[in-house]
């Protein structure tokens, strides 16, 4: 990566009993497990990798790609990363791979972009973000 961003690559491994992480960052393998919570898998990714960001140095401004490693599961038809601007604003990415129009989903919610790659702010809860977004998506 350029502009000043460190390169890095992650893994993650949805188990029976925990969710477990790897990250690779200027040489450096940083890991962690943490119980997987079957209610909501995406809570358990979403803390792992920031357990493994975390003790890799790695702020939020370096977070961006994360959405294209959430996006790589095949299952995963579209995926949706939210950053804390602000108390109560977030900034939403969402990636699609061409299954579901995520410009769409992203315009309704007063952003833009495309059908494969879009984004938005949303004022609110990361809960009642994650919930806007998938009624949308659901339509």
Known sequence: MG????AARA???????FTDAALEAAGELFSAKILTDYAAPERAIMSVLNAVATQAGIGMADTDPLIDLIRLPVEAGAALLLKQHAPGEFKGSLRSRGVADVGA???SLGGGGHRNAAGFTFHGTPEEAAAAVGAL???
């Open 11 to 17: 893994g993650i491994d949805i188990g029976g009993t």
């Open 3 to 6: 502009s000043g961003r460190r």
């Open 137 to 139: 998506l659901t339509r």
């Open 105 to 107: 989903v992203a315009t």
